[in-house]
């Protein structure tokens, strides 16, 4: 398994910048880094993906060093709404069942 | 463009028995893929089909089995259900022609097994 791990749970306030970093040692070649953001009873909506250096949409950055054992999730001024739990997925597509979601980082974000 | 749709949204069966969950992928999209997801835990892979074949499998059962129609559609079935099998299922769509290695998931259906 393309394992990850993630801190379990985050706290931040309203407007502040949050960065959750995701560890992935054994990274092969061929793999993306995904982050997925998800509300309870929902499904896992796609926020972003990256192979190398760093990817920005409108809604969040990505950070990748150059050796890819890890990225960072950057979200810019966070509101009530983005409390939810945030999945760091590795993989390709040919290797989807090799894929590990783990426990996710619940982000909790307080007024 | 319609997203990936899935149905029912709530079921609720007993053990030995068998359900049926119904998956449409996102416009555009020809690979299915299905996932478990247990209270507090992330999303596990059970499979994914591509031209209607079981491509890649997860470490699952055989009770839990699956379809892909022609016009992409899947379903997943689960026999002789277990108290442990109760979980949100998940359907994830992609497309090796168009950024095959992003997955878009549906809002997921809710199996409860008493």
């Known amino acids: 398994l393309a394992k990850t791990t993630q801190p379990i749970s985050m706290d931040s306030y309203e407007g502040q910048e949050v960065n959750i970093t995701c560890s992935h040692n054994n990274i092969a070649t061929n793999d993306y880094i995904t982050w997925y953001q998800q509300f309870p009873s929902q499904g896992p909506r796609f926020i972003i993906q990256g192979y190398k250096t760093k990817v920005t949409n409108e809604v969040a950055s990505l950070f990748i060093p150059a050796d890819r054992k890890s990225s960072t999730l950057s979200l810019p001024r966070v509101s009530l709404s983005d409390t939810a739990v945030y999945y760091c997925l590795v993989g390709a597509h040919e290797n989807f069942n090799k894929c590990y979601f783990g426990s996710g980082t619940k982000l909790n974000v307080k007024p | 463009d319609a997203g990936v749709t899935q149905s029912p949204t709530h079921l609720i069966k007993t053990r030995g028995q068998q359900v049926t969950l119904r998956c449409s992928p996102k416009?555009?999209?020809?690979?299915v893929s299905w996932y478990q997801q247990a209270l507090g835990q992330g999303p596990q892979f059970i499979f994914q089909y591509y031209e209607e074949e079981e491509r890649q499998r997860g470490n699952f059962p055989d009770r839990f089995s699956g379809h892909q129609f022609p016009n992409y559609s899947s379903e997943l079935n689960v026999n002789a259900l277990l108290l442990g099998d109760s979980a949100l299922y998940l359907c994830?769509?992609?497309?090796?022609?168009?950024?095959?290695?992003?997955?878009?998931f549906g809002p997921g259906t809710r199996l409860t097994v008493l």
């Open positions: 416009s555009g999209h020809d690979t």
């Open positions: 994830a769509s992609s497309s090796p022609a168009v950024g095959a290695d992003t997955q878009y």
